[in-house]
């Protein structure tokens, strides 16, 4: 039996695309164990998981990576996949084994003269799926991201949201970086027009960092809306997505996850683009946008704007994202 190390630490949306790469090791490799290595935060994503027979679990600090590293000496693997292509995967990688070593491609170069010099180079037409997809020479396949729930999930979703009334809006107001949210009180006119049409509740999703976020825009709701950041592990609040018809957030891997569990979204985008690998993949899924020339400003949109307004969030107005979130959610 073939033996397989893949690697990817971070961040929770790559970790989540990148189950589209076992899926494909899974389809192609049966009679192949997958071993994957990840940060301890994000390894529920794959607990369980039929397509994965271990996950190890990535410690914080040099001492974590070197203890790590002497666990995985100890054990013969076939194949290497370095899905990170960082200093650190470099450094759990080597001298492993004998074993083959294939290496992401991340298109570095085309990324920065585009960013920079709005260079268009043909590795942009990728996303990132199809990055990890090479790596098992499987890109075109088709295949997409899957994170696979179990009934223990399931029913924690039931019991937090008890008898919430159909259809479910999930609503996700935060990002990993502050210039990628679309202002909060935007999101809570959103909140306040889509419940006053009727029927459906909404239950607001992020991590803990963002639980104060959501706590504030629930404030002004006395009943329908739901608050799950902080309350909901990941494996939880996938399952919340998947009890909900759709997704209205910025670009984070909130989207992502919806996406895996069968959710499509409604993308608000700032300072990031398409260019980088990122968009959603789900075709129900749409995108709310402006062009501008100063967009996209950075990689992963973690500069502050330059301008007094930020224009790429600030033309982005509440009826037109009201709009799109109508059409897809009733």
């Known amino acids: 039996m073939r033996r397989i190390l893949l690697l990817r630490f971070s961040s929770m949306g790559d970790v989540v695309l990148l189950s589209a790469l076992v899926e494909a090791l899974h389809q192609r490799e049966e009679d192949s164990e997958v071993w994957l290595v990840t940060k301890e935060a994000y390894a529920p994503l794959y607990r369980d998981d039929p397509r994965v027979e271990r996950v190890l679990t990535l410690r914080e600090g040099g001492s974590g990576l070197l203890d790590l590293r002497r666990r995985l000496q100890q054990v013969d693997f076939d194949l290497i996949l370095d899905a990170h292509g960082s200093l650190r995967s470099r450094v759990l990688a080597f001298g492993l084994s004998p074993a083959p070593l294939r290496r992401i491609a991340k298109d570095t170069l085309d990324r920065l003269l585009f960013l920079k010099a709005r260079v268009r180079g043909a590795h942009l037409e990728r996303t990132q799926v199809d990055r990890y997809l090479a790596l098992a020479d499987a890109e075109g396949s088709g295949v997409r991201p899957r994170i696979v729930l179990d009934a223990a999930d399931r029913a924690a979703a039931e019991r937090f949201l008890g008898d919430a009334e159909a259809p479910l809006l999930a609503v996700a107001p935060g990002a990993r970086h502050r210039p990628k949210q679309w202002p909060l009180q935007r999101y809570g006119e959103l909140v306040r027009r889509l419940l006053a049409r009727g029927g459906g509740e909404v239950v607001l999703v992020g991590s803990p960092t963002e639980q104060a976020l959501c706590e504030e825009l629930a404030a002004a709701f006395p009943s329908r809306v739901h608050i799950a950041a902080g309350r909901m592990g990941l494996r939880e609040t996938a399952a919340v997505l998947e009890r909900s018809r759709l997704l209205v957030g910025n670009d984070s891997g909130l989207v992502h996850l919806a996406e895996a569990v069968g959710t499509p979204a409604v993308v608000i985008y700032g300072p990031t683009s398409r ?56």
């Open 275 to 330: 260019e980088f690998g990122y968009f959603p993949l789900d075709p129900r899924s749409r995108v709310v946008e402006n062009e501008l020339p100063c967009r996209p400003c950075s990689r992963n949109g973690a500069r502050p704007c330059r301008l007094k307004e930020q224009l790429c969030l600030t033309l982005t107005t509440v009826e037109r994202v009201a709009q799109e979130v109508l059409e897809s959610w009733r």
